[in-house]
């Protein structure tokens, strides 16, 4: 953008900085375009990170920032990032292939540390890793970070204590969704120690981990458990849905009852305007026969005279008045049936609602109890599985503690090897320079003689060596049954021994004998041939014994590889079972919990319309003749609106009996059952 480029050349002018033409060229030619700001391939020295680091810290209006390829130096990326540091506008950063180090390391995890909008770093063909500490210090920042979503770390050279730095700091974040760990040095132990961190962590849905040296079986389960993440982020965003929907129905249902009580109220007040008018209009007919009486009070008092009249006009008068008494009597006596009649009809309806919420209490009670023994289930399903993991970890003990046995076994027996060696060719070399000094001074026929002693010496020490070759291979697979190997090994260096001396104190005695006398030595000469036939036959002997130590080693090699097999076999299937069952005790979890939420929203309605019946029967009491049929109607509703209520609990504890039951946990606890 124009205004982006305006800020950097008033930056640069303002800390005394030449601008780079390339870089004003690439802002001039579309590297700001929207949102975005685009400088990949582009060199950034380290005075132009630090105006581009005070420009981010304006907060800008780039959301996304493309550094790829820009060949930072340690110092440009350390103030550069920096400036990020503090921006609240950037969810977007690429700095794929800057050959990022020690201090890059730091600087990031300072970044994730503080950075409160990131939500997508790019981090391919970096070198992170090298530097255990400054990994570790990066792996610290992720871990408190709280919004990062995906995470690029391919090509970034980390290996095991890398991947478990790593795997600490996923312990700990729960906002991760994506990770790519591609083309690294991870290995076995590395991809372990992630696969222990996904099981605690449950917000990575997705996980790359090709190239890293991992067996398929460790491959395969973190595949699992990431499926497991995501269909577990899946579940949470349907169940999320459902409550939202049954939130808005019961938002709906509510302003119903609102609008119900609304026009409740408003039909009560309109009977009471009419009570009001209608006493209103007796009281002035009541004022017009008052006026009336006046009236013929005066007649009385004016005419005198006719007492007769007026006499027998009372007497009418008195007997109408009689007669308007017995009707008021008659009246009153209705009224008071009436009242009777109403008490009743309200004590009946009393006692049926009564006997109502009665019901709904022991439907509630009964739910209740429901749930208690879900609970019980969920928490011995919790025990097994803590008791399977405790049985896994043993097992795990056992494995690193027998291997480091077998560790100091072997070297140990490299020790021993390596002494045996040694003493042999010294022994050896002196043998052979004595053997030389004296055939010089004795004939040439000795010398060819001494010579094939040695050639053949040689030729045995080529196999004793091929002997250690061997054995230094097996030492890997031959963990479980090394001592008898071991014994059967020092067997045969003492024969071995036994028969180097016995040859060399034969070959002193003959050349002390040829020093003696030069007489003797065609004698010694024959006796030197019968020794190498004998010698020959012995070294068959020990060949035929070597094939046999060669043919136990390859049995033993193959019955470790079979066993260690069946043992990461039966340790991946306990493995897949406990996570297979901790996803179903999820599951079982997230629908109690809705039930649990469904219950409580039940009962509450339950509450809040029997206190608002009670308090409409108590304040209408005096207005329960007119109001009566209403009232039948309102309850008709409310009854077919508990009953509509009480189906869905039952269906809904229906279906998850019925989900239990399928499971497989379900048909682990049918036999207890």
């Not at 030729?459 to 091929?466: V, W």
């Not at 039940?602 to 009566?628: A, F, G, N, P, T």
């Amino acid at each position: 953008m124009e205004d982006f480029r305006r800020t950097y050349l008033r930056l640069c002018k303002e800390s005394g900085v030449e601008p780079q033409e390339s870089m004003v060229a690439r802002l001039q030619g579309g590297g700001a375009q929207g949102s975005s700001l685009d400088l990949s391939g582009q060199s950034l020295s380290a005075e132009t990170c630090s105006v581009l680091a005070r420009a981010f810290q304006r907060d800008t209006v780039f959301t996304e920032v493309l550094l790829s390829d820009c060949m930072l130096s340690e110092e440009g990326a350390k103030v550069l990032l920096s400036g990020l540091s503090g921006n609240t506008t950037v969810k977007v950063l690429d700095l794929k292939g800057n050959n990022l180090r020690l201090t890059g390391a730091e600087v990031l995890g300072k970044l994730l540390a503080l950075n409160k909008t990131l939500r997508r770093l790019v981090l391919e063909w970096n070198a992170l890793g090298v530097w255990d500490e400054a990994f570790s210090l990066f792996c610290d920042g992720l871990a408190s970070n709280s919004v990062l979503t995906q995470l690029d770390l391919r090509n970034n050279q980390i290996n095991h204590h890398g991947a478990s730095e790593l795997a600490l700091a996923l312990k700990r974040n729960t906002t991760l969704q994506v990770l790519d760990l591609r083309w690294n040095n991870v290995g076995l132990l590395g991809g372990r120690t992630l696969l222990e961190a996904l099981q605690q962590n449950k917000s990575l849905t997705q996980l790359e981990m090709a190239g890293n040296n991992i067996p398929s079986d460790t491959l395969k389960a973190l595949e699992q458990t990431s499926g497991h993440n995501s269909d577990r982020q899946s579940g949470l965003r349907e169940s999320r849905s459902r409550t939202q929907v049954l939130g808005k129905e019961i938002q709906i249902l509510k302003e119903e009852k609102g609008r119900q009580f609304l026009n409740l109220m408003e039909t009560i007040e309109r009977q009471r305007e009419e009570m009001g008018r209608s006493s209103g209009s007796a009281s002035i007919q009541v004022g017009q026969l008052q006026e009336a009486l006046n009236e013929r009070k005066s007649a009385v008092n004016s005419l005198t005279a006719k007492l007769q009249m007026t006499e027998a006009a009372l007497a009418l008068s008195e007997q109408k008045y009689h007669n308007l008494g017995e009707l008021l009597t008659r009246v009153k006596f209705e009224k008071e049936e009436q009242r009777e009649r109403q008490s009743r009809e309200r004590r009946k309806e009393q006692e049926d609602n009564a006997l109502r919420e009665g019901k709904l209490l022991r439907e509630t009670q009964n739910l209740s109890d429901a749930k208690v023994q879900l609970m019980n289930k969920v928490e011995e399903l919790e025990h097994r599985c803590k008791s399977q993991q405790q049985q896994v970890f043993e097992l795990k003990q056992e494995l690193t503690n027998s291997s480091a046995e077998l560790k100091l076994q072997l070297a140990q027996a490299e020790d021993r090897l390596e002494m045996e060696k040694r003493r042999s060719k010294q022994a050896l070399q002196d043998s052979a320079s004595l053997r030389q000094k004296e055939v010089e001074q004795l004939n040439r026929h000795l010398e060819e003689c001494e010579r094939t002693l040695q050639e053949r010496i040689f030729k045995l020490e080529g196999q004793r060596i091929q002997l250690e070759e061997e054995l230094s291979k097996a030492r890997a697979v031959c963990m479980t049954e090394r001592a008898q190997a071991e014994e059967e090994l020092g067997r045969v260096r003492a024969l071995v021994r036994l028969e180097e001396q016995e040859h060399v104190s034969s070959v002193e005695e003959k050349l002390r004998c040829m020093r003696c006398s030069l007489q003797e030595v065609q004698l010694h000469s024959s006796q030197q041939k019968q020794t190498i036939s004998e010698l020959q036959a012995k070294n068959s002997q020990l060949s035929v014994g070597v094939d046999g130590l060669r043919h136990r080693t390859e049995e033993l090699q193959q019955d470790l590889s079979g066993k260690e097999q069946e043992k990461v076999a039966a340790v991946s299937r306990v493995k897949v079972e406990l996570q297979e069952q901790i996803g179903h005790l999820q599951a079982e979890r997230t629908a109690q919990g809705g039930l649990r939420e469904k219950i409580s929203a039940l009962e509450r309605e339950i509450k809040v319309l029997s206190s608002s019946h009670r308090e409409v029967l108590l304040d209408k009491e005096s207005e329960m003749s007119s109001m009566l049929e209403k009232l039948r109607l309102k309850e008709s509703e409310i009854q077919r609106m508990r009953e509509d209520e009480a189906n869905r609990a039952s269906y809904l504890q229906s279906a998850i009996l019925t989900y239990v039951q399928g499971s497989p946990l379900g048909h682990y606890s049918s036999p207890k059952k």
